[in-house]
């Protein structure tokens, strides 16, 4: 078993940095891969990024390449988002997810494990 706490969340304005991070506890962490997903008012949650479970490769959606950046200390049970150059676009509730598989990283249907969101408000 898996359980993720979100935290780091909060209002910034456009252009300023946020990192968000998860707080995991299960005896078998390590062996997740690890993604953000996002949800805005009105909208379908959609893929972030992602990190597989050795750390080492990291995936993005288009909208926040370059911007964002994924990162996992196992030894800390931790995962980040260190998010950067943000825009209003950017605003949603923020969920750390875990799941066993290593494809299709973008897919919410195979991540087994949910935090339960962080709110993420960029003004203009």
């Known amino acids: 078993q898996v359980q993720l706490v979100e935290s780091g969340g909060g209002l910034v304005q456009a252009g300023h940095s946020l990192r968000l991070s998860c707080a995991a506890s299960g005896r078998t962490f390590t062996t997740y891969g690890m993604g953000w997903f996002r949800q805005a008012p009105g909208k379908e949650r959609e893929f972030a990024a992602a990190i597989k479970w050795s750390g080492g490769s990291t995936y993005y959606t288009d909208s926040v390449k370059g911007r964002f950046t994924i990162s996992r200390d196992n030894a800390a049970n931790r995962v980040y988002l260190q998010m950067n150059s943000l825009k209003p676009e950017d605003t949603a509730v923020y969920y750390c997810?875990?799941?066993?598989?290593?494809?299709?990283?973008?897919?919410?249907?195979?991540?087994?494990?949910w935090g339960q969101g962080t709110q993420v408000t960029v003004s203009s």
């Open positions: 997810a875990a799941t066993p598989y290593g494809s299709r990283w973008y897919d919410m249907n195979l991540y087994n494990y």
